[in-house]
């Protein structure tokens, strides 16, 4: 379902979160709380609850969604999952946070466009994890991957946690390993350097490889690369990781305003040298790419570098499961090329949050679903599944033998044979963090929107950029709308 939202409504939203009231929007039912069972199984205490949880359509709530039996028969709790593009997601939420009341108790908090414009609508899970009432969280927050713990949980404040780091989608290169295998000594003597990929590889590098397979693999791929550069949030992320490694950033402090966040960046720098440098590269290798580039999203690049059309491609970590049904044991993965200023390797994770609206028993019933489904026996199920996959967000679990022995063909875990790239992709010098701000929607909207204008020639790549800091200056001055 999609949700308009008017000006006037708009206007509720930011006006109910900023000052911490309820508002009750027209059409919202009451409901009534029911008390928690006293005594015995600490599990069972809510027996007969109901969740909702609203979530994007990602890897590890398709299996969570395939798999919820283990859940209710652990607590006697149903729990219904509503899953959305992401947008329409936000929207929904954006509503229900200001109602008042939780249609949704349990909520995919995509940190930049729900953590950051709505965490006053989101209980602080500190709350929950210190009732001595409530079953402890595995390991604690300490077994979450420290970085992911603050993109996708935190805001502003160091010590409040907002959500639990519930997925991890990072970009990397994935390519076909047996092309590469085939062609690596020829190569290698044209290019004058060992093409083998890895985040020792320059981008330019990469443009030389792309170009090579356009020029010489017609037989076995019609383009060396391809790209998720639709006008969409996909094309922000797939420059990001060029920008980054130039040297380029949205703001000052980049890494910090995308680990932790701000509500006041100050001004944009995408007008810098490096960062029209990076542009300027990115206009240039998507010159030479597959043309339908331009028409592709994240799904849309894994399906044209699957059917083979591309030699390889930046693309998130999770389409490895996907990639090895149709491509079993042909392809490869690295953490992405290096530019000027490094590597960057641009993250996706989200976290797991509860509605501050929800009623105590409905709060308690709701970090009981938080726990199980950020449990390592979760994540560890969630790596198996046949209906989704996800990778884990806890570092025990990637310590399990089982899972240590699936980063190897052959994988009964396929996400997991991206482990040793997305590694060297969380380590905090090269783990890409767009900003994490309220306003960052609307700012996404300006880059992806420019950056489309540029690669369809309508704009140079020094007007796309300098277009860009214009309006998300004005856009940060103005400070945030929903």
Same mark, same amino acid.
């Given at each position: 379902?999609?949700?308009?939202?008017? *000006?006037?409504?708009?206007?509720?939203?930011?006006?109910a979160? !900023?000052?911490?009231?309820?508002?009750?929007?027209?059409?919202?039912?009451?409901?009534s709380?029911?008390?928690?069972?006293?005594?015995g199984d600490?599990?069972?205490?809510?027996?007969g609850?109901?969740?909702n949880?609203?979530?994007? =359509?990602?890897?590890?709530?398709a299996?969570?969604?395939?798999?919820l039996?283990?859940?209710?028969?652990l607590?006697?709790?149903?729990?219904?999952i509503?899953?959305?593009?992401?947008?329409?997601?936000v929207?929904r939420?954006?509503?229900?946070?200001?109602?008042g009341?939780?249609?949704?108790?349990?909520?995919?908090?995509?940190?930049?466009?729900v953590? !950051?414009?709505?965490?006053?609508?989101?209980?602080d899970?500190r709350a929950?994890?210190?009732?001595? =009432?409530?079953p402890?969280?595995?390991?604690?927050l300490?077994?979450?991957?420290?970085?992911?713990?603050?993109?996708?949980?935190?805001?502003?404040d160091r010590?409040?946690?907002?959500? *639990?780091?519930?997925?991890?989608?990072?970009?990397?290169?994935?390519?076909?390993?047996?092309l590469f295998?085939? $062609?690596r000594?020829?190569?290698?003597?044209?290019?004058?350097?060992?093409?083998?990929?890895?985040?020792?590889?320059?981008w330019?590098?990469?443009?030389r490889?792309?170009?090579?397979?356009?020029?010489?693999?017609?037989?076995?791929?019609? $383009?060396?690369?391809g790209?998720?550069?639709?006008?969409?949030?996909s094309?922000?992320?797939?420059?990001?990781?060029?920008?980054?490694?130039y040297?380029?950033?949205?703001?000052?402090?980049?890494k910090?305003?995308?680990?932790?966040?701000?509500?006041?960046?100050?001004?944009?720098?995408?007008?810098?040298?490096?960062?029209?440098a990076?542009?300027?590269?990115?206009?240039? *290798?998507?010159?030479?790419?597959?043309?339908?580039s331009?028409?592709?999203?994240?799904?849309?690049?894994?399906?044209?570098?699957?059917?083979?059309?591309?030699?390889?491609?930046p693309?998130?970590?999770?389409?490895?499961a996907?990639?090895?049904?149709?491509?079993?044991?042909?392809?490869g $993965?690295?953490a992405?090329?290096?530019?000027?200023?490094g590597?960057?390797n641009?993250?996706g994770?989200t976290g797991?949050?509860?509605?501050?609206? +929800?009623?105590?028993?409905?709060?308690?019933?709701?970090w009981?679903?938080?726990?199980?489904s950020?449990?390592?026996?979760?994540?560890?199920?969630?790596?198996?599944s046949?209906?989704?996959?996800?990778t884990? +967000?806890?570092?025990?679990?990637?310590?399990l033998?089982?899972?240590?022995a699936a980063?190897?063909?052959p994988?009964?875990?396929?996400?997991?044979?991206?482990a040793?790239a997305?590694?060297?992709?969380?380590?905090?010098d090269?783990?890409?963090l767009?900003?994490k701000?309220?306003?960052?929607?609307?700012? =996404?909207t300006?880059?992806?929107t420019?950056?489309?204008?540029?690669l369809?020639?309508?704009?140079?790549?020094?007007?796309?950029?300098?277009?860009i800091?214009s309006?998300?200056?004005?856009i940060?001055?103005?400070?945030?709308?929903?």
């Open positions: 379902m999609q949700w308009t939202v008017n *000006l006037s409504r708009r206007e509720v939203i930011r006006g979160l !900023a000052t911490g009231a309820s508002v009750a929007l027209a059409g919202c039912g009451s409901h709380d029911a008390p928690r069972i006293a005594g600490p599990w069972r205490q809510f027996k609850a109901t969740l949880f609203i979530s994007e =359509n990602t890897a590890p709530t299996a969570i969604a395939a798999n039996r283990p859940f209710t028969e607590t006697g709790i149903n729990v219904s509503v899953t959305l593009e992401l947008s329409a997601l929207q939420v954006a509503l229900d946070l200001a109602s009341q939780a249609q949704y108790q349990v909520i995919y908090a995509d940190p930049y466009q953590l !950051a414009p709505y965490q006053k609508g989101l209980v899970l929950p994890q210190s009732d001595p =009432n409530l402890d969280l595995p390991g604690g300490a077994d979450f991957i420290p970085t992911q713990l603050d993109a996708a949980g935190r805001f502003v010590q409040a946690v907002y959500a *639990l780091p519930y997925d991890a989608p990072t970009m990397i290169w994935q390519y076909r390993r047996d295998d085939k $062609y000594d020829r190569m290698a003597n044209d290019l004058g350097f060992d093409p083998t990929p890895g985040g020792d590889r320059t330019e590098e990469y443009f490889i792309a170009q090579w397979f356009n020029e010489n693999a017609t037989s076995d791929v019609r $383009y060396g690369t790209h998720q550069a639709r006008q969409h949030d094309l922000m992320n797939d420059f990001s990781n060029v920008l980054w490694s040297g380029g950033d949205y703001f000052d402090n980049g910090e305003v995308g680990r932790l966040g701000t509500t006041d960046p100050g001004p944009c720098r995408l007008g810098s040298e490096a960062a029209i990076g542009a300027e590269f990115y206009n240039r *290798l998507l010159g030479i790419a597959d043309p339908a331009t028409t592709w999203d994240w799904d849309g690049v894994g399906a044209g570098f699957r059917s083979g059309r591309l030699a390889m491609c693309n998130w970590h999770e389409f490895a996907s990639n090895e049904q149709v491509l079993p044991g042909k392809v $993965y690295a992405l090329p290096k530019g000027p200023a590597t960057a641009m993250y994770g797991i949050a509860i509605s501050a609206n +929800t009623l105590p028993h409905e709060r308690g019933a709701a009981l679903f938080l726990v199980w950020t449990s390592p026996e979760t994540q560890l199920a969630n790596l198996k046949k209906a989704g996959g996800g884990p +967000t806890r570092t025990s679990v990637y310590a033998p089982e899972v240590r980063e190897r063909r994988s009964s875990m396929p996400n997991m044979l991206t040793a997305v590694r060297e992709a969380w380590q905090p090269r783990i890409g767009r900003p701000i309220p306003m960052w929607n609307e700012c =996404n300006a880059v992806f420019q950056l489309s204008r540029m369809t020639g309508v704009t140079s790549p020094q007007e796309a950029m300098r277009s800091t309006r998300v200056d004005r940060v001055a103005r400070g945030w709308v929903a």
